[in-house]
Nanobody
Framework: QVQLVESGGGLVQPGGSLRLSCATS????????MGWYHQAPGKQRELVAT???????NYADSVKGRFTISRDNAKNTVYLQMNSLEPEDTAVYYC??????????WGKGTLVTVSS
């Protein structure tokens, strides 16, 4: 059974940094892309960043220049380095994996709170 487990969330002051990790267990065939989404209270889940198996990255405009996504293909692990955090970044962050076979996997999320 495939599981995605996020870690690294927490409370941080504005301007601070956090590094999120998403570890996977189980066998996932044909991974095309891994990514991070976030969902703020009362809002829809939104894309934060994705990275393909070839290393091509894509970012939401709101995080460009502040967040960096990376992955370890051997471990099927994806990371999100978040710098210069803003209160607007407060949300639950979810890890996502998409495969060429149309399968999509989600983690349960990790809460990031940016507040002084």
């Amino acid at each position: 059974q495939v599981q995605l487990v996020e870690s690294g969330g927490g409370l941080v002051q504005p301007g601070g940094s956090l590094r999120l990790s998403c570890a996977t267990s189980g066998t996932i065939f044909g991974i095309v892309a891994m990514g991070w989404y976030h969902q703020a209270p009362g809002k829809q889940r939104e894309l934060v960043a994705t990275i393909t198996s070839g290393g091509i990255t894509n970012y939401a405009d709101s995080v460009k220049g502040r967040f960096t996504i990376s992955r370890d293909n051997a471990k099927n692990t994806v990371y999100l380095q978040m710098n210069s955090l803003e209160p607007e970044d407060t949300a639950v962050y979810y890890c996502n994996i998409g495969t060429r076979y149309g399968m999509t996997y989600w983690g349960k999320g990790t809460l990031v709170t940016v507040s002084s």
